[in-house]
T-cell receptor, first 115, second 110 residues
Framework: ETGVTQSPTHLIKTRGQQVTLRCSSQ?????VSWYQQALGQGPQFIFQ???????GRGNFPPRFSGLQFPNYSSELNVNALELDDSALYLC??????????????FGSGTRLTVV | AQRVTQPEKLLSVFKGAPVELKCNYS??????LFWYVQYSRQRLQLLLR??SRESIKGFTADLNKGETSFHLKKPFAQEEDSAMYYC????????????FGTGTSLTVIP
């Protein structure tokens, strides 16, 4: 059984650019969530996908968007990058309906730096 | 609104001493609460969840609805417990969104 894998591990982008981060869910997990973790803060919920549909969103602007594919892998896209978008981006997956009860399995994250 | 509060950013205890990491939440419904731990250079991982009433690595946490708290406790701290600990609240009616606290960095002094 594989865990949650994210790519790339580190990324440097220029303000105004666009970025795509990728995540492969743990085997058997069909729900994926994305979190942003700024330095010294806890993870902040961006959105969640279930069966390729967004079914929950945190307080993030529309330039943060996502996709979930039939194999349950996922992407996080951020347009018009701002300096404050610099953070660790975490992907988390869970079994069907299980996240709220059983918790999520987290990936190691992608460290995004916007300069 | 801050839904999860961890008042201590840093906590140091001696090996063998009891440890308590505080967590308070704000939610009027029935909460699902979790503790996550992040050891140095490792990913965030689930430590325990209140619904299972389990003890993991000697840690326990009791949900106190009256005080809206979910403090993490261990009677005898070990050096390997040194890590970052996050309390998290799940709101089932928001698609299982998790609210995390800002975390407490625990250092166990040998």
């Amino acid at each position: 059984e594989t865990g949650v894998t994210q790519s790339p591990t580190h990324l440097i982008k220029t303000r105004g650019q666009q970025v795509t981060l990728r995540c492969s869910s743990q085997s058997g997990h069909n729900t994926v969530s994305w979190y942003q973790q700024a330095l010294g803060q806890g993870p902040q919920f961006i959105f969640q996908y279930y069966r390729e549909e967004e079914n929950g969103r945190g307080n993030f602007p529309p330039r943060f968007s996502g996709l979930q594919f039939p194999n349950y892998s996922s992407e996080l896209n951020v347009n018009a990058l701002e300096l404050d978008d610099s953070a660790l981006y975490l992907c988390a997956s869970s079994s069907p309906g299980g996240g709220g009860f059983y918790g999520y399995t987290f990936g190691s994250g992608t460290r995004l730096t916007v300069v | 609104a801050q839904r999860v509060t961890q008042p201590e950013k840093l906590l140091s205890v001696f090996k063998g001493a009891p440890v308590e990491l505080k967590c308070n939440y704000s939610y009027s419904g029935s909460p699902e609460l979790f503790w996550y731990v992040q050891y140095s250079r490792q990913r965030l991982q689930l430590l325990l969840r209140h619904i299972s009433r389990e003890s993991i690595k000697g840690f326990t946490a009791d949900l106190n609805k009256g005080e809206t708290s979910f403090h993490l406790k261990k009677p005898f701290a070990q050096e390997e417990d040194s890590a970052m600990y996050y309390c998290a609240l799940s709101l089932m009616n928001t698609g299982n969104q998790f609210y995390f606290g800002t975390g407490t960095s625990l250092t166990v002094i040998p």
